[in-house]
């Protein structure tokens, strides 16, 4: 194993992963060894924009500094890795750390990697995207884990190009800026916590949400088989059903913008939450089950699930 690090312009081909002069020691990142990419005090700061297939080099861990500003990947390209670790965006407290514009990564790996991404540009490379994009193709049973803590992230967000497989994504409680993450609608997310920041999902089917803070916006017709809202505010604009809904203190769950059908098998509302379902469609939202007040009443919460309804009073 050996540290690798990426220092590029090599007159053979200057942002060539594939080239050993690009690198410090001399030698192109083998199997084991730890990739470091970083500014490294040079006056030139190269991109990574060819010999992006990597996708048999099983490396130990990849780490992407938010010093280094050169684009990694191409418009239509990733870097294609193999590894257990990534970290992006981490800063080393020098100045103008402004982070790179474009991050095109898709993570090779069949077995579980752990990412962590701390910060990204505020500005995108390309109109329309993220800074930084990850796609997790050809992961087969791996069980990713990504923990957010700021920057601006798609996770599969292409439309054309949207595979990402995690069991756990974290958006931090606490991190250098408020997190903006899009998920595509391709993805499967098993768990998704939310402590601070904005989470729009394009589609993709969810196990778990959890909310603490922040916003959550579900689109078109992904469904969640739990959404636990104990704060924040979640927007339901898709169409597919949730198994369970609980909202606490805090946490405000609403559909007002989406009147497509849709249904919510089993509610609880306790103390403090809020429910707005009313729409320009009359009871657009099939509750199942009856919506449970556990340990409070009407006067505890906000409830408006539009006009002409029953409420029947019965013990949980």
Not at 37 to 47: A, F, G, K, L, S
Not at 151 to 178: C, N
Request: aromatic share 6%; with cysteine; glycine share 12%.
């Amino acid at each position: 194993m050996a540290d690798k690090l990426w220092i590029g312009g090599d007159g053979g081909g200057t942002g060539s992963w594939a080239i050993a002069a690009n690198w410090s020691p001399s030698g192109v990142p083998v199997a084991a060894d730890v990739v470091y990419i970083d500014i490294n005090n040079q006056n030139t700061i190269y991109p990574i924009n060819a010999g992006l297939d990597q996708s048999l080099i099983d490396l130990d861990g990849v780490h992407i500094a938010q010093a280094f500003t050169g684009l990694i990947g191409l418009t239509t390209a990733y870097l294609q890795i193999r590894t257990d670790r990534l970290t992006i965006g981490n800063s080393s407290g020098r100045t103008n750390e402004a982070g790179s514009k474009r991050i095109n990564i898709e993570l090779q790996n069949t077995t579980d990697c752990v990412a962590h991404i701390y910060d990204t540009a505020t500005t995108a490379e390309d109109t329309g995207r993220d800074p930084l994009i990850i796609k997790t193709a050809n992961s087969g049973t791996a069980n990713h884990n990504f923990s957010i803590a700021g920057g601006i992230v798609g996770l599969g967000s292409l439309a054309a190009d949207d595979e990402f497989k995690s069991q756990w994504v974290t958006i931090t409680p606490e991190g250098p800026s408020s997190p903006q993450v899009t998920i595509g609608a391709g993805a499967t997310a098993t768990n998704l916590y939310i402590g601070r920041g904005e989470v729009h999902n394009q589609g993709a089917a969810m196990t778990l949400v959890e909310m603490l803070s922040g916003e959550y916006t579900a689109w078109k017709g992904g469904a969640h088989t739990t959404m636990n809202v104990y704060g924040g505010m979640a927007h339901y604009y898709s169409n597919g059903t949730i198994t369970t809904l609980r909202v606490s203190s805090g946490g405000v769950w609403e559909t007002t913008r989406d009147a497509r059908a849709k249904t919510v098998t089993t509610t609880q509302l306790l103390d403090g939450g809020s429910i707005n379902a009313r729409t320009a469609e009359p009871a657009s939202v099939t509750w199942t089950n009856s919506i449970d007040l556990v340990e409070c009443g009407l006067e505890d919460v906000s409830l408006d699930i539009g006009d002409h309804v029953r409420i029947q009073q019965a013990s949980i």
